[in-house]
């Protein structure tokens, strides 16, 4: 009899070394978000973690590149950050279609994987009792990607990368600021908000950007799970292409990372348009509560007794927001101006936030490791 290694839906769905990756690139996404706040983080812990969380985002840190330039009118210099912000995308999927269309395709088909596919060997049709001794013979079968698949994962996991920089950046350059009951660009309070070159880069730049990056594409791609039904699941192809945004969730629940996108716009949305420190801060403190409750209760990742590993994910995934909840339950301290009275105190609160934040990467960064090896 011929037996068939067949592709596992089920598996494919559950492999935790690329629902860890995601993790991890989301936290990162939402301490660097937090660190935007207007509170006085210790200097030990704010540089810590925007050096650590400025490989995932690069909103924080962009600004820092003025000052390769002497002279420059820091409205003109952030009008030209807007402008690559909005292109660099465009310009980086150019990239990647070059290299998997232009360079990859020189090489043929992407192959991944095997189908062992066993049974008498045909050169050998004996019927006694020796037939026990008949060789076997396994023919290999692989699996085989396009390079269309392969191009639009790479698009995928670069929009993850981007998309909360490029939101970030572009709700930035439309914050205003009340002077007198007259409003200033925020960037540059020497200039009137919505008036000459601001209103020409927001209407031309800043909003189509947000809209479409952080809007229409992350809707089209839900729409376009949506559409493809279970076969999401099941049909390699799909898998590879839009994995990096459903796998590991439950069926019932493939749209739960525009959750997660809600979650990171939520922040962006209160850094950028709220500078009151205290009333941001207790509103910021309000919305990780509120999802911490909503993620728990709604289990995205499935019950435990289901499969063990949906256990795992939810208890990793809570980990991270619990992170998050403390060290905004210490920014309230930090507020108080408690590192010019106690620093000892301050201190202490710092390094547990650091720690903990490496500790939950660290742990996660070893079970992706050893995942990855296992299924390879």
């Not at 099941?234 to 809600?262: A, C, F, I, N, Q």
């Not at 980990?319 to 590192?339: N, R, T, Y």
Request: aromatic share 14%; net charge positive; glycine share 6%.
């Amino acid at each position: 009899m011929r037996s068939f290694r067949k592709f596992n839906a089920d598996r494919r769905r559950k492999a935790l070394h690329s629902t860890i990756k995601r993790i991890i690139l989301s936290h990162f996404q939402m301490v660097s978000i937090v660190l935007g706040l207007s509170v006085p983080w210790p200097k030990l812990l704010e540089s810590v973690l925007n050096t650590v969380s400025s490989l995932v985002s690069f909103s924080e840190g962009i600004n820092r590149f003025e000052c390769l330039y002497q002279g420059i009118d820091h409205s003109d210099f952030y009008n030209g950050v807007l402008v690559f912000t909005a292109v660099f995308p465009l310009l980086s999927t150019g990239f990647l279609a070059l290299y998997w269309f232009g360079l990859v395709q020189c090489f043929g088909p992407l192959k991944c994987g095997s189908r062992i596919q066993s049974g008498p060997d045909p050169k050998t049709n004996e019927t006694t009792t020796e037939a026990i001794t008949t060789t076997t013979r396994l023919t290999i079968i692989t699996v085989t990607y396009t390079n269309t698949d392969a191009f639009i994962s790479s698009t995928v996991l670069l929009c993850f990368f981007l998309v909360p920089s490029i939101v970030a950046i572009g709700t930035t350059f439309l914050r205003c600021y009340d002077v007198g009951g007259q409003l200033f660009v925020y960037i540059d309070l020497e200039k009137e908000c919505y008036q000459g070159n601001h209103l020409f880069f927001a209407l031309l730049v800043a909003w189509p950007m947000i809209l479409l990056y952080g809007a229409l594409m992350p809707g089209f791609v839900m729409l376009r799970l949506r559409r493809a039904g279970a076969v999401r699941s099941t049909d390699h192809h799909l898998m590879l292409r839009w994995g990096m945004l459903h796998s590991g969730y439950r069926p019932s629940k493939y749209w739960w990372e525009m959750v997660v996108l809600l979650r990171k716009y939520s922040i962006i949305m209160l850094v950028t348009f709220n500078s009151k420190g205290a009333y941001q801060l207790h509103l910021a403190l309000g919305i990780i509560i509120v999802v911490l409750h909503f993620h728990d209760s709604q289990r995205p990742f499935g019950h435990r007794h289901v499969d063990p590993t949906n256990a795992v994910l939810h208890r990793y995934e809570m980990g991270s927001l619990l992170i998050l909840l403390v060290m905004l339950w210490c920014a309230g301290f930090f507020l108080l101006e408690l590192c010019h009275t106690e620093h000892g105190w301050c201190e202490f609160m710092a390094v547990v936030v650091v720690v903990s934040n490496f500790l939950l990467v660290g742990v996660l960064l070893v079970m992706y490791v050893k995942e990855w090896c296992k299924r390879k």
